[in-house]
Each structure stands twice: as C-alpha cells, then as structure tokens.
C-alpha cells in the first residue's frame, strides 16, 4: 500500500516535496515512480528511482528542478519539486514496479495521488 502527501498550493517558483509511504517489508525491492495527471490530460511520467536508488529518470520537463529520492529505511520515496510552474498543476501519484520504468503500465502498485496546484 502506497500513501502520497505533501501536494498542496504553491506560487510560481515556489517549492514542495512530496512523500510516499510504502506499507511492507518489500518495499526496498521494488523501483519507485511518480507520475501525474492535470485536468483533461494523461498520466505523465515524470520521475523514477530503482531499487537501490542509484538510478533516476526524470521527464525532460522538470530536470534540473524535481529530485527523486528514497530511504529505504524508512519505506519512503521523495519528489522534491523547486521552481515550479503553472503546467506543473496536476495530481501526483507515486507508483511502485518491478523494474525502473517509464510506462504506467509497467507499475504495479499506484497510490491515492495527492493534488499540486501551482498559481500565477
């Protein structure tokens, strides 16, 4: 079970970090992503992190600005999200697969999603 937090109102530039708790003794086995959603608009990838956190991916949209991490210690990933942007408003959904990937479908696991609104 996955459990997103940190999503909420932010001005433009502004910052925010989200959080996924994983619930299990597995969790440092399985690569993590996050993804989002914006209104009328398709599930984006936009980070991911494998197993052992030595591995990140991020869309071409938000490198340089979002830093995934993990503390397996703990059972939890991280979004830290700086310089944001209006286009950055979406729901955001932390996932856990198999093996690092890109495609939703590759993730086995999704959390409930947590709402990021950025205003100009």
């Known amino acids: 079970q996955l459990q997103a937090s940190g999503g909420g109102l932010v001005q433009v530039g502004g910052s925010l970090r989200l959080s996924c708790a994983a619930s299990?003794?597995?969790?440092?086995?399985?690569?993590m992503g996050w993804f989002r959603q914006a209104p009328g608009k398709d599930y984006e990838s936009v980070a991911g992190i494998s197993a052992s956190g030595g591995v990140t991916s991020y869309a071409d949209s938000v490198k340089g600005r979002f830093t995934i991490s993990r503390d397996n210690a703990k059972n939890t990933v991280y979004l830290q999200m700086n310089s944001l942007k209006p286009e950055d408003t979406a729901v955001y959904y932390c996932a856990a697969a198999k093996v690092l990937g890109r495609l939703q479908y590759e993730y086995d696991y999704w959390g409930q999603g947590t709402q990021v609104t950025v205003s100009s």
């Open positions: 299990g003794r597995t969790f440092s086995s399985y690569a």
